[in-house]
Structures are given as C-alpha cells and as structure tokens.
C-alpha cells in the first residue's frame, strides 16, 4: 500500500527525474524492438514459409539463443565496446546506444524464433494452396504473413515488452548513469540495493502502467487500421 | 503432445543432473564440523560489498565456523540495503561502515550496540597522469575541490552505500549536482562496476582500498592519494535487537561478534591481504 502512494505521489506531479528516466527506457525500448524486427519478422517469416536444407538447425540454434541469459549479451557487448575493444574508437560504453545494440542482440532471436512457428502453423494450408496454384516463395511468404497479421503484431510487443523489462545487459553496457543512461529497471535495482525496497516497488508499478498503456495504445491503433 | 514431454523431460534430466552434481560438495562440509553444533546452527549476516568482496569474509569465516560449529549465512549488499534487511528481520548480525545510518540504526531501536572494531582508508584513484594535479593534496576535501575546479571526471557510487556517504561527506556543502556538471558521473552501482566506469572513462573515483587492489590488474588506474585524516574508514559490529525484532538468532550473533572481536580474528584480520597484495588491508581499532 505504501508503495502504491509513492508511485502516485511521484506521478502527481510527475518527478523531474523519473520523467527523464522514462523518457530513456521508452527510447531505447523503442529502438530496440524497431531494429530487432526489422531483421526477425522478414528472417522469421522466411524460415517459417520455406523448407529448405538445414532449417531444422537453425531452428535449434535461434531456440537456443532465445534462451541466451541478458547478462552474457552483455558481456559480450561490454567486451565488445570497451575502450581496448575491437569497437572502442566508437566511444559508445555508457551510452543508450550501446543499450540498444545489447537488446537487440537479445531480442532478435525471439522475434525470429517466434515469427517462424508462428507463421508455420498459420500458413500450412496456404502453403498447400500456394503450391497447388503455382505461386512464387516470396509470394506464399507474403500470403503467409497476411494470415498470420495478428499473432505477428504480439510478436512485436512481446519484442517490446522484453526490452522495457530488462536489467542485467543494460546495466553492465550502459552503466546505470544518473540523467543519462539510467532506465526504470536499473532504477528499480538501484533503489532495492540502497535498501527502499517499498520505493523501488513504486517504480516497478509505474514501469507496468507504462506497459499497459503502451499495448493498450498499439493495440487501440492496430484495430483503428483493421476498421479502416 | 509429444514432443512438449520431450521437452519436459529433458528439463526434468537436466535439472536431476545438477541437483546429483551438487551433493558431493555438501559432504564436506558436514564432516568438518569439529565443534558441537549448537541449537539454532544458522547466522544470518548482513554486510557491505566491500568486506566480502575483498574476501575478508570467506578468509575468516571457515575458522569461526569449525571452532563454534555456527554456519554463516553472508549476504552482502551495499550499507543501505544491509541495514535495511536488518529492520526487515532478516539478519541477526551486521557488518557496516557508515557511522550516522548505524547510529540511526541504534536510535531507531534495531540495533544492541554499536561495535567498531576495524578500520582501513579509503583512497583516491585516477588516470595516471593525474590531470587534476592531486597527487600532493593534504587531504581528500582539497583533492575533491581541484578536480571540481579543473572539471576532471568523477565517477560516484550514487547509491547511499558508505562510500558513497563518506564521498558526499566529503564534498560537504558544495556537492557537485549530476544533473548540471556533466564531468560528475553518477552511477548508482557497486564498487566493482564504479571502477570498471573509472578505468574506461578515465576518471577519478573514491574507493576502498581492498576492492582496488583485487581489480588493479585489469584497470588502466592508479592510487593517485591515499591515507588523508578525512579517508579514514570505520567498520563496525551491531547485533540486532531480539526486543525489537522477531526470530533472531541471538546467541549466534553474540557468538560471532565474541569471536570477531577476539586474539584469533584480531591476528588473521591484521595480516590479511599481505600475502596477496603486499601490504594488509584493515587495521584493528584499539
């Protein structure tokens, strides 16, 4: 209950700070999922709607690197971009960028590996249909994709939620830095290990009202487009 | 169907795997035990990152628990957290080192005694050409005071753990505010990763001495000042208050601090660190 007045008290009016942390997290988890599906819808509706030589392997290795656990892509990016690293002359260590770059890492396979069942189950008829008319791959793809609308529109928000909820990648490339690349999550870590822990259950309820209203407005502006 | 069982199944091996891989370390440990076990065998200990991270603690602890028999159970988080899990009921006894939270502790109630018993220095670590020229600084608030003026990076803990209260302590009034000086980097995260930051961003940082010296090797740092009156950096025991707070193991909190503040402990604590750094890394007060 405690923690429930300090979420409102900090909302009404909005604390300069937490509006710049969110401010933060909104961004990168933006980017994130952009870029990540950019490259996973079109790579998963592909090894979804096609059989080819060798597909059941790579199902196998984007399955396993669904699983890939945050902190290792972060350290995989950290040594990546540390200042004697192969892209250390980027100078991007620390910054929201680099975040970006470690969500994606970890997002892309999910978004790939959940497109590709997803569009499989959808389009075994299609397919069928497909073949029997004689269409191109790139067009059953495309047929595929039609059927499969919906189920791929949760596949982005789960993309989203999945970057709006992470904490062990963004910490050790971004750094947890005050006003700069400090999102709600590593916030939430902050505050539980200065011991307040009824505030920093303040903020985890603000980050899940942050995700309600984020679905609630892609899937208000989905439904608006399917009316349309 | 079918393969969601396989699926199952193989989680199910996998995790009968590791649980069979985990039993031979436990044995050990069960026919160690040289002293009787007492009834309630379990401390909960709450301390600082900076006593367990520089192994003090796993350094010491195997000695305590095969002459009691007690089992230490050792969570370590920065000040703020350690203190605040004792109010919570969840730590007989704590380890920490930040005078003014540990005597609100006591004032609150929380707390038996206030037991200092250990002290070391915090130092000033930095790039190693000392770009704000503090090398010769007579103690860290004139330090502090020339990185400010020439606008070197800072990288603070900012997370209310001791270090960062004796950083803020010594600012004193004119703290430097991360919203508007862009050199002071707040990054509210342990010792290990502030200095991780410092290395990469070559800039100045306060820490303990202990943490440094076990990351030295990997970091593009040196101890630019050291030992100033105002570095000076006090550890101390307080067991928890059984009055106030329910379930604590009492005897085992008395049993631990009786021995801590014993010849035993007192002689491993002071020759500690000398054989893996050169030089020992906490002082006994007395």
């Known amino acids: 209950m405690e923690s429930f007045r300090q979420a409102f008290e900090l909302l009404f009016p909005p604390d300069k700070e937490l509006l710049q942390i969110i401010g933060v997290t909104l961004k990168m988890s933006f980017f994130s999922t952009l870029i990540s599906c950019l490259i996973g819808l079109p790579l998963g509706s592909l090894i979804g709607s096609q059989s080819f030589r060798g597909k059941s392997f790579i199902k196998k290795l984007i399955h396993t ?5 945050p902190v290792v892509a972060g350290l995989v990016v950290y040594s990546l971009f540390t200042h004697y690293g192969p892209l250390g002359r980027l100078n991007m260590l620390f910054t929201v960028r680099v975040m970006v770059v470690a969500q994606v890492m970890l997002i892309t396979p999910v978004v790939i590996g959940l497109t590709s069942s997803f569009i499989e189950s959808a389009s075994k008829p299609v397919i069928e249909t497909a073949r029997g008319l004689g269409f191109s791959g790139l067009k059953t793809a495309r047929l595929c994709i039609g059927e499969g609308r919906s189920s791929l529109f949760s596949v982005v928000l789960n993309a989203f939620g999945r970057s709006i909820a992470e904490v062990g990648a963004v910490s050790i490339v971004g750094g947890n830095i005050q006003w700069k690349t400090r999102v709600m999550t590593t916030a939430i870590m902050l505050e539980t290990n200065k011991g307040k822990f009824s505030f920093a259950i303040a903020l985890g309820i603000i980050l899940l009202l942050i995700a309600f209203i984020v679905n609630a407005l892609a899937s208000f502006t989905v439904r608006e487009n399917a009316d349309g | 169907m079918k393969r969601i069982l396989a699926v199952i199944m193989a989680l199910a091996l996998v995790a009968g795997l590791s649980a069979c891989g985990a039993k031979p370390a436990d044995e050990p440990e069960t026919t160690s035990v ?22 003090l603690l796993p350094y010491l602890l195997p000695a305590f ?9 050792v969570q370590s ?5 350690a203190i605040q899990k004792a109010i919570d009921g969840n730590a007989d006894v704590i380890l920490v080192h930040a005078k003014a939270s540990e005597e609100e502790f006591i004032d609150g109630g929380y707390g038996v005694e206030r037991l200092p018993f250990m002290f070391n220095y915090f130092v000033i670590v930095g790039p190693k050409d000392d770009p704000a020229g503090i090398k010769d600084c007579a103690d860290a608030a004139s330090a502090f005071a020339k990185i400010r003026d020439s606008k070197s990076k800072f990288v603070s803990r900012g997370d209310e753990s001791g270090t960062h209260k004796a950083e803020l302590k010594i600012w004193g009034d004119d703290a430097p505010d991360a919203a508007n000086d862009s050199w002071y980097i707040s990054a509210g995260q342990g010792m290990g990763a502030c200095l991780t930051m410092a290395g990469e961003q070559q800039a100045y940082c306060l820490t303990d001495k202990a943490t440094f010296l076990s990351m030295k090797d990997e970091l593009d740092l040196d101890i630019v000042l050291a030992e100033g009156e105002d570095m000076k950096n006090t550890y101390s025991l307080i067991a928890v208050n059984p009055e106030k707070i329910d379930g604590v193991n009492t005897e085992g909190a008395q049993a631990f601090i009786d021995w801590m503040l014993g010849d035993e402990a007192g002689a491993l604590i002071a020759k ?15």
């Open chain 1, 65 to 69: 690197l669904m699983g890939l656990p």
């Open chain 2, 34 to 55: 040289q002293a009787e076990t007492p009834e309630n065998p379990v401390i909960r200990l709450s301390t600082t990152t900076s006593v367990n991270d520089s192994g």
């Open chain 2, 65 to 73: 628990e095969s002459a009691t028999g007690y089992r230490v159970e």
């Open chain 2, 77 to 81: 988080a920065g000040t703020g957290a």
């Open chain 2, 272 to 286: 500690y660190g000398e054989e893996e750094y050169g030089t020992a890394l906490f002082t006994l007060l007395k």
